[in-house]
């Protein structure tokens, strides 16, 4: 996805550019019924170009896309497309999951939607504890695979030699204390390589005094989205996928709450800038790994004295320095420099001024 979105959005700004995000399922009906909507579309992008733009940009603009039309897929079992024209680029890309029509005709291309459209995942991390076994799965609509597992006694140090001194504790409780910390110690060390290969939600299982433990010393309470309290040493896949079903029934609720977790840890470590400015900043500074933005949030807006600085635009505007959305241009800039984009609903960054990024440093 990521090579995808980075050739739109490193393409040089020639308008028009037309955006057109569809949904196209040829195997779900004949082709000549989905050909018929190609054609109807295709049409209306046709009359808008004409009656805004001179004859020879529109007509090679229209020839393009009867072109990228004429050659699509129809053996695909994709679910929708997104086609992307201007009189300098064009591409079409087959995505998998249901989209709304959606056609604009603008400066530059409209990567919000695409974006939106193909960052539905709902993927995520189960801990599974007890004071002397761990194992963690990584876990997604489908299936359950174990990625690590740690046994008490097995693969961290000093346990022998703890044992050896048991007869120096004034009470054997105070001993398996020791230990288990101990053991949740070195299960959240294998954890940082985990979260480190797979940034996802993660859920963490196990008796209140055992999650009691590992909340009091984990590194990585921003990726917890929930403890779930219980004895599940003999729990088997099919069981926790049964646990586990409320909680990601709602998976918009898990993932923004994962996601308010990142921005208060970034805030903590001074890695966070929030409203639209302090964004802008930023992201032209090329600091920007994450932006969280509320999904229907645009600004418009005008530049300052400088690349780095804008201001709300005001209605007697400077066309040669107006912005359309501020957001949109912020997303391009992240994307194009190898950070994400998450999208929230509105109120969710509330505390944020509705835009959040988080810095590499």
Not at 146 to 157: E, I, L
Not at 222 to 236: F, K, L, P, R
Not at 263 to 290: H, Q, S, T, Y
């Amino acid at each position: 996805m990521s090579a995808d979105i980075r050739e739109i959005t490193e393409v040089v700004h020639y308008r028009p550019a037309v955006s057109m995000i569809l949904p196209f399922e040829p195997k779900m009906s004949s082709k000549n019924t989905v050909a018929h909507y190609m054609k109807v579309v295709t049409d209306r992008i046709e009359q808008e170009l004409r009656n805004n733009y001179p004859d020879e940009i529109y007509q090679l603009v229209i020839e393009k896309l009867k072109a990228v039309i004429r050659g699509l897929n129809y053996n695909t079992f994709k679910k929708s497309i997104a086609i992307y024209v201007s009189p300098v680029f064009e591409k079409v890309l087959y995505l998998d999951i249901p989209v709304e029509e959606k056609l604009i005709i603008d400066e530059s291309f409209e990567i919000r939607d695409l974006v939106y459209s193909k960052k539905q995942s709902s993927k995520y991390l189960i801990l599974v504890l007890s004071s002397n076994e761990s194992r963690i799965y990584l876990g997604d609509s489908n299936s359950f695979v174990r990625v690590a597992s740690n046994t008490y006694g097995s693969g961290y140090p000093n346990t022998r030699d703890a044992a050896e001194r048991v007869a120096n504790f004034s009470a054997v409780a105070e001993h398996k204390e020791i230990e288990m910390e101990k053991f949740l110690r070195h299960t959240d060390n294998v954890l940082s390589n985990i979260l480190n290969a797979y940034r996802l939600p993660l859920f963490v299982l196990g008796t209140k005094r055992v999650l009691g433990h590992f909340n009091g010393l984990t590194k990585h309470k921003a990726a917890v989205v929930e403890y779930i309290h219980g004895n599940y040493e003999e729990a088997t896949l099919p069981h926790l996928r049964e646990i586990l079903l409320p909680y990601i029934t709602d998976w918009k609720k898990i993932k923004q709450k994962d996601i308010l977790n990142q921005l208060e840890e970034a805030a903590g470590d001074k890695k966070l800038a929030a409203g639209i400015k302090d964004v802008w900043r930023e992201a032209m500074c090329l600091k920007g790994r994450l932006l969280v933005v509320e999904k229907d949030f645009m600004y418009a807006a005008q530049h300052g004295g400088s690349e780095e600085v804008i201001y709300e635009a005001e209605e007697s505007y400077n066309k040669f320095s107006y912005i359309k959305d501020a957001v949109d241009d912020v997303m391009e800039k992240v994307l194009e420099n190898g950070g994400d984009v998450e999208f929230v609903d509105k109120g969710v960054l509330k505390d944020y001024n509705s835009i959040a990024l988080i810095q590499y440093y």
